[in-house]
């Protein structure tokens, strides 16, 4: 595979993070984006070999586009750090994008065991999904995990820098006309730390408030 920065939005995910870190496939340079995690997160990056960014403004959306601007490969990967996605999809993904079958490549959480989701995740997400397939993108899941070119994720100008930076990631693809390649990815319950989204009740409506405004807009 060719390299690529993988872009891992951190906050307080030292559990999780190394065993993500250790399943990274060759080619994959993490790149960890902390947003003051007090759990040693950038200790434990730095002591795997990744290379550390600090992004004072706190939020998903403000810790992936600060990665995207420090990421130095023409490709691009995004990848949660919790331990529920599998780093072995990667390859595919890069693929997909380096061979232009697609100029954005994501995955589709497939849950393979129980209680992986909480039913509201669940609901929100199917929603979301078909809201983005009306404006004709073939998904059925918010790119929890995506590949794309440096450049022309820069050049979409995604501005939410919350939860809702996925979503108007895809809302602009779509208007952009940019095709969009999905693939199944396993979706296990996160390998320790705590979920600052869809686990909780305020998570959730944080979330819902972030994509809210985003189809909105
Ligand atoms: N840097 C940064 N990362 C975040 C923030 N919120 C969530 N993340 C990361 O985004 C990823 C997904 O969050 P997670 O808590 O797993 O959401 P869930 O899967 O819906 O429960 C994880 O790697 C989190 O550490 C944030 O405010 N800043
Ligand atoms: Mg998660």
Known sequence: ??????????????????GVLR????????LVVDNGSTDGTPDVARGLGATVVHEPRRGY????????ERA????????????????????????????????????????????????????ANAV?????????????????IRVGRRADLLALGVTDRGFGYPLELLVRAAD????V??????????AGGRSKVSGSLRGTLRAARDMAAVVRA
């Open 128 to 144: 979301l999904a078909a809201v983005l397939r009306r404006r004709g993108l073939p998904v059925h899941d918010i790119a929890p």
């Open 23 to 30: 399943a990274l496939p060759a080619g994959c340079r993490a």
């Open 72 to 123: 130095r490969t023409e490709l691009v990967a995004v990848l949660d750090a919790d331990g529920s996605l599998d780093p072995g999809a990667l390859p595919e993904l890069v693929r997909a994008v380096a061979e232009d079958r697609a100029d954005l490549a994501v995955g589709r959480r497939v849950p393979v065991a129980r209680g992986t989701r909480p039913w509201h995740a669940g609901a």
């Open 181 to 190: 390649h999905e693939v199944d990815v396993a979706y296990r319950p996160r």
């Open 176 to 179: 952009a006309r940019w095709r």
């Open 1 to 18: 595979m060719i390299d690529v920065d993988v872009v891992l939005p951190c906050l307080d995910e030292a559990e999780a993070l190394r």
């Open 61 to 68: 959306g403000a810790a992936v586009h600060t990665g995207l």
